[in-house]
């Protein structure tokens, strides 16, 4: 027998995994987001699969950069909520879809065990294509292959149960940032003071762009008025894959 997928997001979850690129992609995306979801009680964690050593706009030396970046994200987390932040350590710029980053995020979600899982789509946004970096296309097909199959399936990468005593689990919701096909639009109005908080915290990032607020703003709003919200108001839009 089979049952029908639900067509809404569920409007509370315990847990939620975030799986991104780099430093700074949630909360460019999804901190406004984040932050309604740990004001309602949910515990969010963050998988952030590189240190973002490839980044910045100055001269730091890139053995500093990934350190710095490091705790300029656990920094932007604080100011929504988020007190787990978690690093995989892979090159920043050079992701590919490997059977050890599959694994390596299927370790994150069973030990997490979220029912909600955030990450980048796998599609490219022939409209946005800024927002289509190979590193983070990269991360939105690996984060879906360890939802689906390998992290519910006992007999994927045996050895996370055998040596680390890590069970399957079922994530029931993926919820894709920057995708071509959104679905799903989140008011962020209200807790927009935090999301510009924490992307004010990605000092190497963003502190030549005195004009951070308007920019970003400008796009949520946006954002708002293409799914129907009121004018002045700001969203952050996903599209919601159903996976249970």
């Known amino acids: ?7 809404r997001p569920a409007p509370y979850v315990e847990r939620v995994l975030c799986v991104l690129a780099h430093p700074d992609d949630v909360d460019f995306g999804s901190a406004g987001t984040v932050a309604t979801w ?3 009680g949910t515990e969010v964690t963050y998988c952030i699969v590189t240190d973002g050593d490839a980044g910045g706009f100055d001269e730091t030396p890139r053995d500093q950069m990934g350190p710095l970046r490091q705790a300029e994200q ?6 929504v909520g988020v007190t787990d932040v978690r690093f995989l350590g892979y090159p920043d710029g050079r992701l590919e879809p490997t059977l050890g980053l599959r694994r390596d995020i299927s370790r994150v979600i069973r030990q997490v065990r979220p029912q909600r899982v955030l990450t980048s789509s796998p599609e490219r946004f022939w409209e946005r294509i800024g927002a289509s970096h190979p590193d983070h296309m990269t991360v939105g097909e690996s984060t879906l292959r360890a939802v689906y199959p390998d992290a519910r399936n006992p ?3 045996p050895e996370l149960l055998a040596a680390e005593g890590l069970d399957a689990w ?3 919701e993926v919820w894709l940032g920057a995708s071509p096909r959104a679905d799903h639009a989140v008011d962020v109005t209200d807790v927009a003071d935090r999301k510009f908080a924490a992307l004010r915290a990605h000092v190497t990032q963003v502190g030549h762009r005195a004009d951070l607020e308007e920019f970003v703003g400008g796009w949520m709003r946006q954002t708002a008025r293409t799914h129907g919200l009121a004018d002045g108001r700001m969203a952050e839009a996903f599209h919601v894959v159903f996976t249970a």
Not at 1 to 7: D, I, Y
Not at 74 to 79: D, E, G, T, V
């Open 1 to 7: 027998m089979t049952f029908p997928l639900p067509s």
């Open 38 to 40: 740990t004001a309602a």
């Open 74 to 79: 656990r920094a932007a987390a604080a100011a």
């Open 155 to 157: 007999f994927a990468f």
């Open 170 to 172: 079922t994530v029931d």
